[in-house]
């Protein structure tokens, strides 16, 4: 994850539609304990409470989150450290995240609900959940 080729070609424009993946340093389960699973929850919420980004869909796995946001104001750098450094002080437990983010800007002919979908069936290909809307630390704008 923390690949100086992750930066090669991202574009960081507001108003455009991005699925965002971060790692936990390590792979550590951290967010497998349901209080460090809000805690994410809440630092995702925050950044959209700051006027960063508007959550489309999201899913906090036991060592990674997924992101499908767009981003409102700034750049996506500016956005993952604030999601980063709000989560780490609120869990306060050391280094929580590996370095750099994986992006990939949602096409204007791709589908939103599409890729909310993938996101929040994660946890079923994972085998924490038999079907969408069970796992507890998943949520989406849209009812699929």
């Avoid at 994986?102 to 959940?129: F, M, Q």
């Amino acid at each position: 994850m923390s690949s100086p080729r992750l930066r090669q070609g991202r574009v960081s424009e507001t108003g455009y539609v991005y699925i965002l993946t971060t790692v936990v340093d390590g792979r550590r389960r951290l967010f497998d304990d349901p209080v460090n699973a809000e805690v994410v929850i809440d630092a995702l919420r925050h950044v959209e409470r700051c006027g960063r980004s508007r959550s489309m869909a999201w899913v906090v796995m036991p060592d990674h989150v997924h992101w499908l946001m767009e981003l409102r104001r700034g750049t996506l750098a500016t956005c993952m450290n604030v999601f980063k450094s709000y989560s780490s002080r609120k869990l306060g437990v050391g280094k929580i995240w590996q370095l750099g983010y994986y992006d990939h800007a949602v096409r204007t002919d791709e589908s939103l609900e599409h890729a909310a979908r993938y996101i929040i069936a994660n946890p079923l290909r994972a085998g924490l959940a038999e079907n969408i809307g069970e796992y507890p630390y998943a949520w989406c704008r849209w009812d699929l």
